[in-house]
């Protein structure tokens, strides 16, 4: 968002305007919507083409807790922006409760509390990641099942 200072602006407006239209799928339920709390779209690694999760930025995960909590945004102007889609296979994962307060009470200040709750939530979603990544690509299967992530298929 920072690289150019003149669209900052621009973008925030953007940034408000998506998260209202998806604080009202959500009010509408039986939603399931993909949100890069990393503040960008997921890329592949320049190096490998494999894709990664970008470690997730503190303002985006906040951004997320409040539009979970249904809260109202301001709108004021729309950005245009081209999306490539295309298809994948999907995996659903729920991870166990992040507490706030469990991963945030030796932080001295709102700002490492912050830090210290999105670095939580990013190994966190980094596990849940991982497995059905090592799953596919190392042709594991169900087999690439650790103690905190236990794959399954229910329609074998």
Not at 23 to 36: C, E, F, K, Q, T
Not at 130 to 142: E, M, R, S, T
Request: charged content about 25%; overall charge neutral.
């Amino acid at each position: 968002m920072l690289d150019d200072p003149e669209l900052i602006e621009m973008k925030r407006k953007a940034n408000t305007q998506s998260l209202k239209e998806m604080a009202m799928l959500l009010r509408g339920g039986s939603r399931l919507i993909w949100i890069a709390p990393s503040g960008g779209r997921d890329r592949p690694d320049p190096t490998n083409g494999e894709w990664f999760l970008a470690p997730f930025g503190p303002y985006s995960v906040d951004n997320i807790k409040g539009l979970l909590t249904i809260l109202a945004h301001q709108v004021e102007k729309e950005m245009g922006e081209k999306r490539v889609i295309s298809f994948h296979g999907t995996n659903l994962s729920v991870a166990p409760e992040i507490s706030f307060s469990e991963t945030t009470a030796a932080c001295e200040s709102p700002e490492k509390a912050k830090d210290a709750h999105s670095k939580a939530v990013y190994i966190s979603v980094n596990e849940q990641y991982n497995v059905p990544k090592f799953a596919i690509h190392d042709k594991k299967g169900l087999e690439a099942s650790t103690h905190k992530v236990s794959l399954s298929q229910p329609w074998n």
